[in-house]
């Protein structure tokens, strides 16, 4: 049964940071592209985040560069999200996904259909 489990959301005041979590079990974690996405009520869902297979080559999206860091432990199957400075915009639902249809580090720009598999999400709260 595949999974991807996020944990780590929370509230918190501007300017401090929050670390996501991500775990994954039931695939080939090392094998896939793996992103982060977020969304607020009545927006589209954005990804901000991504990194490649082998190489762990990472990819941010202009709003989060700078202040998130995206990193992967391939042994334990994570993916984890470290959000610094974060600003009371950063407010949303966040998610993991994973897709195998792309190796290269930039797959957060990709069409969210192509992505196989999707946690339940994590809610982060920025107040200001």
């Known amino acids: 049964q595949v999974q991807l489990v996020e944990s780590g959301g929370g509230s918190v005041q501007a300017g401090g940071s929050l670390r996501l979590s991500c775990v994954g079990s039931?695939?080939?974690?090392?094998?896939?592209?793996m992103a982060w996405f977020r969304q607020t009520p009545g927006k589209e869902r954005e990804g901000i985040a991504s990194?490649?297979?082998?190489?762990?080559?990472?990819q941010y999206v202009d709003s989060v560069r700078g202040r998130f860091t995206i990193s992967r432990d391939k042994a334990q199957a994570t993916l984890t999200l470290q959000m610094n400075s974060l600003k009371p915009e950063d407010t949303a639902m966040y998610y993991c996904?994973?897709?195998?249809?792309?190796?290269?580090?930039?797959?957060?720009?990709?069409?969210?259909?192509?992505?196989?598999?999707w946690g339940q999400g994590t809610q982060v709260t920025v107040s200001s």
């Open positions: 990194i490649s297979t082998y190489a762990g080559a990472a």
């Open positions: 039931g695939f080939s974690f090392s094998r896939y592209c």
């Open positions: 996904a994973a897709t195998r249809m792309y190796s290269g580090s930039k797959c957060y720009d990709k069409p969210q259909r192509d992505f196989a598999y």
